[in-house]
Nanobody, 124 residues
Framework: QVQLVESGGGLVQAGGSLRLSCAASGRAFSSYVMGWFRQAPGKEREFVAA????????LYANSVKGRFTISRDNAKNAVFLQMNSLNPEDTAVYFCAANSYLTHWSSDLKYDYWGQGTQVTVSS
């Protein structure tokens, strides 16, 4: 069992930056692939980024590649999402999730545990 708590969301102007954090508690955090997803009003949840258990292999959605950076600190049971050059289309609730299947990193069906989400709003 893994519990996940996101933080760091807020309101930012277009072009600005935010850093999301996800604190994990429970067992064997370092054995999970960790991912970030987001859901905008009226839209389906979509994949944003994921990172391997060792933290050396990231995967990004095309829409955020070059602007967002995912990282993790297994010693602190935490995963981060640095978001730069934000635009209004990035406005959504952002969720942290843990994947024990270690496959299909971009599919939310493969993630066992989810946080409550943190709101990110980008104004134009």
């Amino acid at each position: 069992q893994v519990q996940l708590v996101e933080s760091g969301g807020g309101l930012v102007q277009a072009g600005g930056s935010l850093r999301l954090s996800c604190a994990a508690s429970g067992r064997a955090f370092s054995s999970y692939v960790m991912g970030w997803f987001r859901q905008a009003p009226g839209k389906e949840r979509e994949f944003v980024a994921a990172i391997s258990w060792g933290g050396d292999r990231p995967l990004y959605a095309n829409s955020v590649k070059g602007r967002f950076t995912i990282s993790r600190d297994n010693a602190k049971n935490a995963v981060f999402l640095q978001m730069n050059s934000l635009n209004p289309e990035d406005t959504a609730v952002y969720f942290c999730a843990a994947n024990s299947y270690l496959t299909h990193w971009s599919s939310d069906l493969k993630y066992d545990y989810w946080g409550q989400g943190t709101q990110v709003t980008v104004s134009s």
